[in-house]
């Protein structure tokens, strides 16, 4: 293969790694911000879940609260009920014991019910807290991946970037800037591999005569369709 067109190829590779790894680089800061607003929401969510059970067990308080109001109104409405002279009274006070007996029982089955979301709920955010934990460790551990990543993207940029000087030093002038025409006009991509008589880049088919030459001999074709100038692997 024609030396030049080695280089050429060389300097294609170095370029397109180049090219992918300044996107790698500058795609770091807007990827660490993502990962971040996923850590702030799996911990908001569980947040939100302790906030429920607080409101539970301030709930089951309350009800808690209203059992002994009534209780203590029952025990003094039963004291009244050996002080009432007339049977009037007395059928309205047993309708008082009877009513706050009632609101007992209302407040106890208010009381059970959140005992057992309660119960529920515990075992949930057990199993809440578990899975964000990991998943926060996962997260922070991808973070602190992403971050570390930026210094050595840069020192891996700044090797090529050196390496690319050097090959483009061994390559005739000309054949450079036809090269960086190319480039420039097809998203950096000026070489395509000639493969099974088709251009792999454009897929076009390759003149039978030019096919033969480029695999027979060391000068250098560009495809007639897409302009890239074209290399064949067997002789590399
Ligand atoms: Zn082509």
Not at 30 to 53: A, G, H, P
Not at 75 to 91: A, C, G, I, P
Not at 123 to 132: C, T, V
Not at 167 to 173: G, N
């Amino acid at each position: 293969m024609n030396p030049d067109l080695r280089n050429l190829i060389a300097l294609q590779d170095l370029e397109l790694n180049i090219a992918s790894l300044q996107k790698q680089s500058s795609e770091i800061p807007s990827k660490i911000e993502t990962l971040e607003n996923e850590l702030t929401r799996i911990r908001s969510e569980y947040d939100q879940k302790v906030v429920r059970s607080k409101d539970l067990a301030n709930q089951r308080r309350t009800f808690e609260g209203e059992v002994e109001m009534f209780q203590t109104k029952l025990s003094r409405f039963k004291d009244q009920l050996m002080t009432v002279k007339t049977n009037k009274e007395y059928t309205a006070m047993l309708h008082e014991i009877q009513m706050a007996e009632e609101q007992i029982r209302s407040e106890e089955d208010k009381i059970l019910d959140i005992m057992e979301q309660t119960e529920n709920m515990e075992l949930d955010l057990k199993k809440a807290e578990q899975e964000m934990l990991k998943k926060s460790a996962e997260i922070q551990e991808e973070i602190r991946k992403t971050t570390e990543s930026a210094p050595q993207l840069e020192s891996e940029l700044t090797r090529l970037q050196e390496e690319k000087i050097k090959v483009e030093r061994t390559i005739e002038r000309d054949l450079l800037a036809r090269y960086r025409r190319i480039a420039n006009a097809c998203k950096g991509v000026a070489l395509a591999e000639a493969k099974d008589e088709l251009c792999s880049a454009c897929h076009v088919r390759i003149r039978p005569q030019m096919y033969a030459e480029l695999i027979r001999t060391e000068n250098i074709y560009s495809c007639d369709s897409c302009s890239r100038i074209l290399f064949h692997r067997d002789n590399a």
